[in-house]
């Protein structure tokens, strides 16, 4: 099992950055996916970015130049770099962990005005 905490959510304008951490209960090393999911109001929640434990990545084409997910698994942390960011970014921001099961976070609210 792990336990996932969001943050660095807020307010920002169109063009602006953000970076999202998530910090799990237990050493990341070994799970074998992680990312990060959002949700705007409304609609589905989708996929925005992954990583494997080998570093593979995975990006929404929306956000494919944009975004930047890294991991540093001494800090058993998984971190999102939101540059250029656009208002169609608004949305609640969900951590995300697949071992045997997936595991979410709560989720951080990132809004983005124009």
């Known amino acids: 099992q792990v336990q996932l905490a969001e943050s660095g959510g807020g307010l920002v304008q169109a063009g602006g950055s953000l970076r999202l951490s998530c910090a799990a209960s237990?050493?990341?090393?070994?799970?074998?996916?992680m990312g990060w999911y959002r949700q705007a109001p409304g609609k589905q929640r989708e996929l925005v970015a992954t990583m494997t434990r080998a570093g593979s990545t995975n990006y929404a084409d929306s956000v494919k130049g944009r975004f930047t997910i890294s991991r540093d698994n001494a800090k058993n942390t998984v971190y999102l770099q939101m540059n250029s960011l656009k208002p169609e970014d608004t949305a609640v921001y969900y951590c995300?962990?697949?071992?045997?099961?997936?595991?979410w976070g709560q989720g951080t609210q990132v809004t983005v005005s124009s």
């Open positions: 237990r050493n990341i090393f070994s799970i074998n996916l």
């Open positions: 995300y962990a697949r071992l045997i099961e997936v595991y």
